[in-house]
T-cell receptor, first 116, second 112 residues
Framework: DTAVSQTPKYLVTQMGNDKSIKCEQN?????MYWYKQDSKKFLKIMFS???????INETVPNRFSPKSPDKAHLNLHINSLELGDSAVYFC???????????????FGPGTRLTVL | GENVEQHPSTLSVQEGDSAVIKCTYS??????FPWYKQELGKRPQLIID?????GEKKDQRIAVTLNKTAKHFSLHITETQPEDSAVYFC???????????FGTGTRLKVLA
């Protein structure tokens, strides 16, 4: 299946722990993103990566560190988890901006993170 | 900073009626405006988008209009069906900047 996939789907952990979320896309896109969706459903961009380079970092605490080993993967590592980190985290990807399909984002299924 | 306001936050319509959701953006340089539908527990999925060089775009029961001067864009759903019930998000972006500002979402309920 061609898609954006994320693992795990659910993540329950204690405060202070370190955890990672993985994202992979097999759509051949150059740009990948991480979004946070809080309990009120607000969707907020956290990071954008283009060709493995960080483009956008939206005032996210430095406890959050994205890593892009290649164009198809963008992982999110979170240190010292806090209660306020509980949310659904969505990965997304989009194709290069010189095509007709410019800017269309395709979202992964989301990872629901619960910090206890 | 850039901002996208979306109204209403909730909308209930009778099946078969029309629904309209409105968004206003602050960055006049924005030139790409997608709309996403998110069903409960699912991912946001693109339903329609419009670029700043057109004023209207239609796809079956869904249409989007854009007023660049007023920095407004709207989603119109005609002949609503129960399966249209979901949260709808608008967004504004400048092509090539990789930054999308999302509206706060509208929960649409279509009553059978």
């Amino acid at each position: 299946d061609t898609a954006v996939s994320q693992t795990p789907k659910y993540l329950v952990t204690q405060m202070g722990n370190d955890k990672s979320i993985k994202c992979e896309q097999n759509l051949g896109h150059d740009t990948m993103y991480w979004y946070k969706q809080d309990s009120k459903k607000f969707l907020k961009i956290m990071f954008s990566y283009n060709n493995k380079e960080l483009i956008i970092n939206e005032t996210v605490p430095n406890r959050f560190s994205p890593k892009s080993p290649d164009k198809a993967h963008l992982n999110l590592h979170i240190n010292s988890l806090e209660l306020g980190d509980s949310a659904v985290y969505f990965c997304a990807s989009s194709p290069r901006d010189n095509t007709f399909r410019t800017d269309t984002q395709y979202f992964g299924p989301g990872t629901r993170l619960t910090v206890l | 900073g850039e901002n996208v306001e979306q109204h209403p936050s909730t909308l209930s319509v009778q099946e078969g009626d029309s629904a309209v959701i409105k968004c206003t953006y602050s960055d006049s340089a924005s030139n790409y405006f997608p709309w996403y539908k998110q069903e409960l527990g699912k991912r946001p999925q693109l339903i329609i988008d419009i670029r700043s060089n057109v004023g209207e775009k239609k796809d079956q029961r869904i249409a989007v209009t854009l007023n660049k001067t007023a920095k407004h864009f709207s989603l119109h759903i005609t002949e609503t069906q129960p399966e249209d019930s979901a949260v709808y998000f608008c967004a504004a972006a400048l092509s090539g900047t990789y930054k999308y500002i999302f509206g706060t979402g509208t929960r649409l309920k279509v009553l059978a």
